[in-house]
């Protein structure tokens, strides 16, 4: 079955730094990846989506992130960390079944 | 108004207690689907439907069942609550676009806080 880890359940970064959230995925074909953000108390919005039309995808609130197919790696990536970009965010792929499965999330922390 | 609407909001209720979500959705999609959300687990998922009459298990569907009333409409039963059920709980919907296979992203409600004690 296909799935995703991120790596750290926290990380926090200065206001302005660069923000780098990682997602590894599994999958034996090219999978449908996605990046989800949760602010608090709210359900989740969908920041970007890769559908293998292109390998870098450019999202939501200056978000991008690289499909890496050597490296089975779907990292989300923002150049300048802004105060309200804390919140939590979730690496989905959605398996042969249409099912979205998501990984366990990492919650983002931005330092003043 | 909100195009995913979930009640409760919250919700507190015994061991042992019959309970039932609701979800209501306006966006016109096929697809619905119940997620909870553990801190560290992530979103798991517990049931989820391509339309009325289609109704599937998902990854933790153990304790749990749903109907599917109407396109518009899904709920999600704890038949006998048990307190590792206390989490919360998402709806959500997504359209397929008409391409088999391929789904569009999800939209979620608001949530449902379930404790179970």
């Known amino acids: 079955a296909q799935s995703v880890t991120q790596l750290g359940s926290h990380v926090s970064v200065s206001e302005g730094a660069l923000v780098l959230l990682r997602c590894n995925y599994s999958s034996s074909v090219p999978p449908y990846l996605f990046w989800y953000v949760q602010y608090p108390n709210q359900g989740l919005q969908l920041l970007l989506k890769?559908?293998?039309?292109?390998?870098l995808v450019k999202g939501i609130n200056g978000f991008e992130a690289e499909f890496k197919k050597s490296e089975t790696s779907f990292h989300l990536t923002k150049p300048s960390a802004h105060m309200s970009d804390a919140a939590e965010y979730f690496c989905a792929v959605e398996n042969r079944d249409d099912k979205i499965i998501f990984g366990k999330g990492t919650r983002l922390h931005i330092l003043p | 108004d909100a195009d995913v609407t979930q009640t409760p909001r919250n919700r507190i209720t015994k061991t042992g207690k019959r309970i039932m979500l609701e979800c209501s959705q306006t966006k016109g999609h096929d697809r619905m689907y119940w997620y909870r959300q553990d801190p560290g687990l992530g979103l798991r998922l517990i049931y989820y439907?391509?339309?009325?009459?289609?109704?599937n298990k998902g990854e933790i569907s153990d304790g749990y069942s749903v109907s599917r009333q109407a396109q518009a409409k899904f709920s999600l039963s704890l038949e006998s609550a048990i307190p590792n059920q206390t989490a919360l709980y998402f709806c959500?919907?997504?359209?397929?676009?008409?391409?088999?296979?391929?789904?569009?992203?999800?939209?979620f409600g608001s949530g449902t806080q379930l404790s179970v004690l």
């Open positions: 959500a919907t997504s359209d397929a676009g008409g391409r088999p296979g391929h789904n569009e992203k999800l939209f």
């Open positions: 890769y559908t293998s039309a292109a390998t």
């Open positions: 439907s391509f339309d009325v009459k289609d109704i």
